[in-house]
């Protein structure tokens, strides 16, 4: 059996209390272990950061939707061409990077899970072929739920039973890991061409609320003990002034009982875009205050950044109104992707400028909710990639959250809009190494509920990541040392094996996929089948028998059971 | 010269489609693309009867065919499925894009007088030959 | 100016990939050195010396310095890729991507030049004597920035898609283009002599790119609106600089001509001009 | 035994309930089919590729699989095209194999849709999955696109006379306009001809946006088409609740190429300033749509991928297979599920028989006539399973329902047979 001692390295493992204590991480048959025999492989951490491998909560890496990004645009491949190396293959980087790539930087970052973060059930092969193509790192994705016929019509008919059986079965046969909501009733508007406009407004054809999606859903998802909340992608995203109807938003979930041990009952993504004061983006101005008191006050919800980072980047969400927007405003190539009874996508280019006011505002954002949120507990880096930028600058933000002089040196090079529209140059908090680790393993693999990551205790996962920076004797004026340490990770060891030395690829396991085996009680089942199954013969331009996932999409998989289900 | 000036056409039938699923070697198919199709006043200003083939040529090639008459073809515009014998006719030129123009090509269409359809394996042998 | 003379030898149809043949690249080496230069041949990497042959005087800045190509570079693709000073002669045809990205220097290709010749220009001259492929100055698929600077002039004619999302800089074609001269131009200043190709201007913005067909236009889009017809001004300087300091000599020929002005592309909302040569008008 | 829910492997519709019935290992019949479907399914026993063969004469796949290795690693310049008509593990082995020598990768799409995908590299596409158009529309275009003839089943499964959920009175509840040069048998049942000069749907298409967005235009007629017809016929594209253009290669392969694409991609585009309005590309292979999406999310590109330098670069009209066999650039080729010698044009055609080419064929084909070493495969969604994306990019699982002949391995296989030879003589 493989065996591997990490020696030396000063260990953050917050999830087990371990604050920078020098001590040796011992792994074993992939997991942590408490004893290896002598003559297990070594690595030598003397002055380095330990970490559990880190874990994305929120990224686009697989699917039709990314791949249309792909597709579009060669341009922002030809500034970043990958060569075949001795382990790798050849591929494409910077905001839409190729499969193969998307493994290998992650993986240089010592970052060894990540989850996609909108399936559309349909195309759900699709994802999973992409996941497969995705090496070393382990995966997820979170089926789009928020706009499906079946939810829109069993929220109709308030029944929330088919609906729990529903969702149960969605996550089953597109083998997916979460509840993942875009825009609720907006992009089933959008399939006539219009939106919703907040939490109140009307979704046609049903006469229901985004707030009643949301909270059926909300719901339904802690009755079947699923390990993460709703993922949740909010109404008028990138809309001034919709700060309020985040707030407004995170409140319908307050009520909602959480599933056992969590706390939590909803995740709010890529927040900045959905934290805007103002009213138009000629005044946009931060809310990241009145959300940061909303989150600082109410235990049961958790965010993510969606950290813009300047320059030229693929925009791709769920929400094709906004996509439709983005266009308009831009006059940039647009694509539009309508999927049947379910959920659509919108893909556009965009330039993060430094120097236009709103840009800076944004980036300004981000930053300033992760250091109002006081629990760090519940609140996770993200770009949102590749929406406010590429995820190979984790960084660069990692730099901005624990230095303010890197913060500061950036703001000094952008619009004046940040300083005088954000309370950031106020703001002196930096993370510690362990509030960064929080934010960006051990609290988004809490939050994900994946018992065997983002941490280093017995029986964890053998994922780590060793950083070559000297905690303890670490200033925030040298973070240029600091970005480059998480860039090229010293090491990164996958299930015990060692996958990046120096930053480079030494090796590319298959990563594997987890799933969520949802149950409800098997009368509930059948009953829900029936209904359901007329239906989708009528509207589905697919035969049910062809529509769930087979295992051969699945190389390797780690299925976690809610509901009762076995895994 | 007894010819007439069209715009050429390609494009998918259905019989092409069966034909070639039974095989590129087998009649269904090859009756299916070695013909061309014109409206029936072209074909009788050609003076076109029986199993007298044609001529297609165009600035780039020719290729002796079967013919058939298509109603709904208006006059000036002939049709020929696509196929090794429609392709002796088509430029490999893409102007930069990779895709060759298989559709609205000057075309001239003349009786063939005396000429014979070329079999499957002739064309295959006439690309083989001219690499000298 | 300090001339090295580079000889192609010895390769077949399968392309050589040599944007190391510029001043940048060689100023201040060795001939040695240059020889030793890498250069792709299909799927190996080769010295330059492979296939071809060096000498001559090595200048020590990139200013300074000629690079004459004395034979067939018709399968030599990349001869002046991104360079920023000095100059390049090719005395016969030149292969796909001539001067693709160049900033700064001339280039002078005596035969004819392969496509993307001059794509994503951004500064320099390139002159081609004979005739240029598609997609001259153009921008490469996906981009909307085509040339953004500098000038390319074409003694013969030119392909489809010309000067393809242009933003800025000069072109001028003295014999016929293609279809879709300046699609998508969004600034920028393309002159025709001799017939402008069909679908000129398509999609274009504007933002000030004109298209001036001097030697009249077989047709203008239907979403191209006629508005006057003049004689302007600034044509009559532009025609003195191509005349005077470009070596267009007819230039001087179409001093005070009138000019039917279109505008579009309508369908798009667009403001680019097609100045069509009274006497070549549709 | 009777199989349900059938994939069908011919065209870009992937009909996926057809019922085929096996007996003793052959088929025997199929329901639901179309006559191209019916065809592929009771005729994939016939003409077959017997052995594999190199210069002609029989071989043992081994000696085949070695003669391959050897052009391959020898070329200076290989060609791997095809892909379109075969699984998406294929697909991925041929990427593979692409990088590994050193090639240029390109499938059928560069003389199909490529210039579609251009299109949306300049100006981005409106579409959605075929369901929606069926639960949804209520004008359906068909431009220079002929299902009747291409796509049979098309207008009965997703479009013209479908049931949707807004739409149940199907046919009824649909206006079907058809733009193209020449009466077909789907302008037939349309509701409304418009007849296009040939190479003048460019044209056309910018009149239309023009007008939708209110700009008077003075031509009397474009493309042949008069001016009160184009005004008319972009009112009824505003005043739709839900309308798709469902465009073919009568715009890809005319004049304009992709900038007809271009065009109507824009004129789509304006119509969502009024209403809902979507564009959906005819895609004619059953998997040319998978082989764009292993290619791009493996690559980064779709189509005419250059491997020479390690990484994968992109140009159509450079990499694109026409070209570099017109131009002589290509040293070797190897093509699975396509037939060059009879789809390319003949200068492209002759540049292929000038080259030792390697072909994997399930039938005889001009192609595999001019090959040096033919290797028999497997027929995906028959005889060998795996995933295919329909023409809107939703995947579907093939099954396979008989057993190949014996000796006879899939794409897949015979390509990683290959790249395993390739691979051990590079380690030497």
């Not at chain 4, 795996?386 to 002949?405: N, Q, W």
């Amino acid at each position: 059996m493989k065996e591997l001692a990490i020696r030396n390295g000063y260990v953050f493992d917050p999830l087990n209390g371990v604050d920078g204590e020098k001590m040796d991480i011992l792994l074993s048959g992939g997991r942590v272990v408490e004893k290896v025999k002598r003559g297990a492989e070594e690595i030598d951490a003397s002055g380095m950061a330990v970490m559990p491998g880190g874990v994305d909560l929120h990224s686009h890496i697989a699917g039709s939707k990314i791949n249309i990004g792909r597709l579009m645009r060669p341009e922002d491949h030809r500034r970043d061409q990958v060569p075949k190396g001795r382990v790798t293959r050849s591929g494409v980087g910077y905001s839409c990077p190729s499969t193969f790539v998307t493994g290998y930087r992650y993986a240089q970052m010592g970052y060894t899970t990540v989850m996609e973060a909108a399936m559309p059930p349909i195309t759900a092969r699709h994802v999973h072929e992409e996941l497969a193509d995705t090496p070393i790192i382990d995966k997820g994705a979170f089926t789009l739920m928020g706009n499906n016929y079946f939810t829109l019509k069993y929220v109709r008919d308030g029944d929330m039973e088919k609906l729990k059986a529903f969702v149960a079965w969605l996550l089953r046969a597109t083998r997916g890991y979460a509840v993942k909501i875009v825009n609720p009733g907006g992009v089933e508007n959008w399939k006539w061409g219009r939106n919703v406009h907040g939490l109140d407004g009307n979704v046609e054809d049903y006469g229901i609320t985004p707030r009643q999606i949301i909270s059926s859903l909300a719901r339904v998802n802690e009755e079947l003990g699923l390990p993460h909340t709703i993922h949740l992608h909010c109404n008028n995203l990138g809309v001034p002034g919709n700060y309020q109807t985040t707030i407004d938003t995170m409140d319908v979930a307050k009520t909602i009982k959480p599933r056992d041990e969590r706390k939590t009952t909803i995740h709010v993504v890529h927040c900045q875009f959905n934290a805007l004061a103002g009213n138009n983006w000629m005044n946009v101005r931060s809310g990241a205050p009145k959300i940061a008191r909303y989150v600082n006050g109410n235990p049961h919800v958790t965010l993510d950044l969606g950290q813009v980072i300047f320059g030229d980047t693929t925009t791709m969400t769920g929400d094709g109104p906004w996509q439709f927007n983005l266009w308009n405003m831009t006059g940039n190539k647009w694509v539009n992707s309508d999927v049947e009874m379910e959920a659509g996508a919108g893909v556009v280019p965009y330039t993060f400028k430094p120097n236009n006011p709103a840009n800076s505002v944004q980036w300004g954002i981000g930053i300033e909710l992760a250091l109002l949120v006081k629990d760090p507990w519940r609140v996770y880096m993200t770009t949102d990639h590749p929406n406010g930028g590429p995820f190979t600058h984790y960084p660069e933000v990692i730099a901005w959250l624990m230095s303010r002089k890197a913060r500061t040196d950036a703001m000094n090079a952008m619009n004046k809009a940040v300083m005088k529209r954000t309370g950031l140059i106020d703001n002196y908090r930096e993370y510690t190494f362990s509030e960064m680790a929080i934010a960006t393993r051990a609290g988004t693999a809490r939050a994900l509920g994946l018992e065997g990551k983002g941490h280093l205790g017995q029986g964890a996962d053998a994922d780590a990541a060793v950083y070559r920076v000297n905690p303890t004797q670490w200033r925030p004026s040298q973070y240029k040392e600091l970005e480059k340490a998480f860039s090229r990770a010293a090491y990164t060891v996958k299930a015990g094996e060692v996958v990046v030395k120096d930053g480079e690829v030494v090796a590319t396991p298959t990563g594997a996929t987890h799933w969520v085996n949802a149950k409800v009680p098997e009368d509930l089942e059948k009953e829900f089948i029936k209904d359901f199954e007329a239906d989708f013969r009528k509207y589905y331009s697919v035969s049910l028998r062809n529509y769930p996932v087979e295992d051969a999409y699945l190389p390797a998989q780690r299925v976690h059971a809610a509901g009762g289900a076995s895994p | 010269m007894n010819g007439i000036e069209v715009t050429l056409i390609s494009g998918r039938t259905a019989r092409q489609g069966i034909g070639l699923e039974e095989g590129k070697t087998s009649q269904g198919y090859i009756k299916s693309v070695n013909e061309v199709s014109l409206c029936p006043e072209d074909a009788a200003s050609l003076g076109l009867s029986g199993d007298e083939p044609v001529t297609v040529a165009t600035e780039h090639g020719s290729v002796v065919a079967h013919w058939r008459v298509d109603k709904g073809l208006a006059r000036g515009t002939a049709f020929f499925p696509y196929g090794p014998w429609a392709n002796q006719v088509y430029a490999s030129s893409t102007d930069g894009t990779g895709m060759p123009q298989f559709k609205g090509i000057r075309a001239t269409l003349s009786p063939a007088a005396g000429g014979k359809v070329p079999s499957l394996q002739e064309i295959v042998e006439s690309m083989r030959r001219a690499e000298h | 100016m300090d001339k090295l003379v580079l000889t192609p030898r010895g390769f077949s149809r399968v392309p050589l990939e040599a944007e190391v043949i510029t001043p940048d690249a060689f100023a201040g080496k060795s001939v040695k050195e240059i020889r030793a230069l890498r250069v792709h041949y299909g799927n190996r990497e080769v010295e330059m010396s492979e296939y071809i042959h060096v000498q001559g005087k090595v200048a020590d800045a990139p200013v300074d310095q000629l690079i004459v190509v004395d034979g067939d570079a018709r399968h030599i693709k990349y001869i002046g890729r991104g360079m920023t000073a000095g100059r390049i002669v090719v005395q016969g045809d030149a292969g796909m991507h001539t001067g693709s990205q160049m900033s700064g220097g001339d280039i002078t290709v005596a035969g004819d030049a392969g496509d993307w010749t001059g794509a994503e220009m951004r500064g320099g001259l390139l002159r081609v004597l004979g005739d240029a492929g598609n997609l001259l100055g153009a921008a490469y698929r996906g981009s909307s920035e085509g040339m953004t600077g500098g000038c390319i002039i074409v003694n013969g004619s030119a392909g489809s898609e010309v000067g393809s999302f242009m933003r800025r800089g000069m072109m001028v074609v003295e014999g016929a283009t293609g279809p879709f001269t300046g699609v998508h131009m969004n600034g920028g200043e393309i002159f025709v002599f001799g017939p402008l190709g069909r679908r000129a201007g398509a999609q274009a913005k504007g933002n000030g790119g004109f298209i001036a067909a001097l030697g009249g236009a077989r047709e203008v889009l239907p979403t191209y609106v006629y508005e006057a017809t003049y004689a302007p001004g600034f044509m009559t300087l532009y025609m003195r600089q191509l005349a005077e300091n470009l070596g267009v000599k007819h230039a001087a020929r179409y001093i005070g001509e009138p000019l039917r002005r279109y505008r579009g592309d309508m369908a798009i909302g667009g403001s680019a001009e097609i100045l069509v040569a009274e006497k070549g008008a549709p | 035994m009777k199989h349900e829910d059938v994939v069908c492997p011919f065209c870009g519709c992937l009909c996926d309930d057809l019922e085929v019935t096996v007996e003793d290992g052959h088929i025997v019949g199929v329901k639901n089919a179309c006559g191209i479907s019916r065809s592929k399914f009771m005729s994939h026993g016939l003409n077959r590729v017997s052995a594999p063969t190199v210069e002609g004469k029989e071989a043992s796949l081994e000696e085949a699989v070695r003669e391959s290795v050897g052009i391959l690693s020898g070329a200076r310049r290989p060609l791997v095209y095809g892909l379109s008509s075969t699984e998406c593990g294929a697909i991925s082995k041929a990427v593979e194999l692409a990088e590994a020598t050193g090639g240029v990768l390109d499938n059928t799409s560069s003389v199909c849709h490529g210039p579609t995908i251009l299109a949306l590299q300049q100006v981005g596409e409106s579409k959605a999955t075929l369901g929606e158009i069926r639960n949804r529309a209520d004008l359906i275009i068909f431009w220079g696109s002929n299902p009747t003839e291409a796509h049979l089943r098309h207008i009965t499964r997703y479009s013209g006379t479908a049931k949707g959920m807004y739409v149940p009175e199907g046919r009824k509840g649909r206006r079907i306009i058809v733009v193209d040069v020449r009466e077909t048998g789907t302008s037939k049942m349309a509701d409304q001809f418009i007849k296009v000069e040939p190479n003048g749907d460019f044209e056309l298409l910018e009149a239309l946006r023009a007008t939708v967005r209110g700009v008077a235009l003075r031509a009397e007629a474009v493309a042949g088409v008069p001016m009160d017809q184009v005004r008319a016929l972009a009112e009824v594209m505003k005043g739709a609740r839900f309308g798709v253009v469902f465009f073919g290669l009568g715009l890809t392969q005319s004049e304009g190429r992709h900038m007809n694409i271009d065009a109507a991609v824009g004129l789509v585009a304006e119509l969502n300033r009024h209403t809902k309005f979507l564009l959906t590309p005819m895609r004619g292979h059953y998997n040319v749509a998978g082989a764009n999406a292993v290619t791009t999310w493996q690559t980064g590109y779709p189509y005419a991928v250059d491997f020479s330098r390690g990484y994968p670069r992109y140009n159509p009209g450079e990499y694109t297979s026409v070209d570099m066999l017109a131009r002589g650039e290509a040293d070797a080729a190897l093509v699975l599920a396509s037939d060059p010698a009879s789809t390319f044009p003949v200068d492209a055609a002759r540049g292929l028989a000038k080259i030792p080419v390697i072909t994997l064929e399930q039938k005889i084909t001009p192609t595999s006539m001019l090959s040096r070493v033919v290797i028999p495969v497997a027929t995906a969604g028959i005889e060998a399973e795996g995933t295919a994306y329909r023409m809107d990019g939703v995947p579907i699982r093939l099954r396979k329902l008989v057993e190949p002949t014996e000796g006879v391995h899939s794409d897949e296989e015979v390509l990683g047979m290959i790249l395993e030879g390739l691979k051990g003589g590079a380690e030497k």
